[in-house]
């Protein structure tokens, strides 16, 4: 019952596929159509936007063909593992478990497919601004890689700019982005160590400030649900780099503010 499920899924989801691409297929013929009616000289924009159009259709089918595939991979997996574990992924309890458990792994690692480019898309101004900016407590959850299991808490950062500042003059877009930040490097199997560096070393290089500091605290399910099980334990990481590392005072003033 369960291969026949699995069978009539992906039957769908080809057809699915298919009817996507038949419509992309349709969609750049109409725009091409109209362009031979148009004067040659209006043409040539138009192609262009055409052309840019019909691209990004293929790879927006192309992006999600292959999370709908990981996805249909990942479930199947998981499926395996219900019956390893004597369990019977079939009954009604359990029936769609694997799809969800799927979908939810794509999810805790989603930063694998984003990048710092999405996030800062016109997000970097030059700005005559030399006092440190501070954005503290941004809720962070993770996925630990040696286990498998969650950990989670909050991420303070600080940097000293340099003539660039990142999202000018909204403190909720600035907010947004230092978040958005956080996610691209935790929503991916971490260790806290790499975690607080990759984000340190992230911002240093969009807006080459005088110096970046961060530091997380977390919790860790390992430690929490198996090994230790102290519940109350924490972690702290930090790293500093610039005048954070080299100036005693500016770390300093960075780590009182963020008390």
């Not at 997996?77 to 794509?106: C, F, H, Q, S, V």
């Not at 930063?111 to 710092?116: F, K, N």
């Not at 700019?161 to 996610?183: H, M, Q, W």
């Not at 100036?247 to 963020?258: A, G, M, N, V, W």
Request: aromatic share 6%; hydrophobic share 35%.
């Amino acid at each position: 019952m369960g291969d026949t499920h699995l069978l009539a899924t992906k039957s769908e989801y080809q057809e699915n596929q298919q009817r996507c691409f038949d419509f992309a297929a349709e969609r750049e013929n109409s725009v091409k159509s109209l362009l031979t009616s148009l004067s040659v000289r209006d043409s040539g924009d138009m192609k262009k936007q055409a052309d840019q159009q019909c691209d990004t259709t293929r790879n927006n089918m192309d992006g999600l063909s292959s999370e709908k595939l990981l996805q249909e991979k990942l479930s199947s997996n998981y499926k395996d593992i219900l019956g390893e574990l004597g369990e019977d992924p079939t009954r009604a309890g359990l029936l769609k478990t694997p799809e969800r458990a799927a979908k939810a792994l794509m999810f805790f690692t989603k930063g694998y497919r984003e990048s710092m480019n999405d996030v800062l898309n016109d997000a970097i101004f030059d700005e005559d601004h030399d006092e440190m900016v501070i954005v503290k407590d941004i809720e962070m959850f993770s996925m630990c890689e040696h286990h498998m299991v969650p950990f989670m808490g909050k991420v303070s950062i600080g940097y000293l700019p340099n003539k660039r500042v990142l999202g000018l003059s909204k403190l909720a877009r600035v907010c947004s982005i230092f978040s958005r930040i956080v996610e691209v490097f935790s929503r991916r199997l971490q260790v806290q160590e790499r975690l607080t560096k990759q984000i340190a070393v992230a911002l240093t290089e969009a807006v080459q400030p005088a110096g970046v500091g961060v530091v997380i605290e977390a919790t860790h399910m390992c430690m929490v649900m198996r090994g230790v099980q102290k519940i109350n334990s924490k972690t702290v990481t930090s790293t500093m780099l610039g005048v954070f590392r080299e100036d005693p005072k500016t770390r300093e003033e960075f780590l009182s503010l963020i008390r």
